[in-house]
């Protein structure tokens, strides 16, 4: 199994910038790829951006596209996502995600989740 925590996360006014760390333990060998989700209130839960570990592909939602940049330093096996230009629709708990091999399969890990207020 694979176990995240993530931090970074905090209150920051519009335009300001933010890094949410997610730290991965266990079975790190196995982990496939690693990203970045977020729920806002009411709202279902949506990607973000992800990261494959071994080509580093990376995949971000319009809606963050050219503002967030997800990054990957394999040897603190730990995932970055640098979070610039932030608006207040960006204000939602983000949660760390690593999908790793599991028998002739992959299963998902979640973190616990950080929550981004963006506000002035």
């Known amino acids: 199994q694979v176990q995240l925590v993530e931090s970074g996360g905090g209150l920051v006014q519009p335009g300001g910038s933010l890094r949410l760390s997610c730290a991965a333990s266990g079975s790190i060998f196995s982990i496939n790829s690693m990203g970045w989700y977020r729920q806002a209130p009411g709202k279902q839960r949506e990607l973000v951006a992800t990261?494959?570990?071994?080509?580093?592909?990376?995949v971000y939602a319009d809606s963050v596209q050219g503002r967030f940049t997800i990054s990957r330093d394999n040897a603190k096996n730990t995932v970055y996502l640098q979070m610039n230009s932030l608006k207040p629709e960006d204000t939602a708990v983000y949660y760390c995600?690593?999908?790793?091999?599991?028998?002739?399969?992959?299963?998902?890990?979640w973190g616990q989740g950080t929550q981004v207020t963006v506000s002035s």
């Open positions: 990261i494959t570990t071994s080509g580093g592909n990376t």
């Open positions: 995600r690593a999908v790793y091999a599991y028998g002739r399969g992959a299963l998902p890990s």
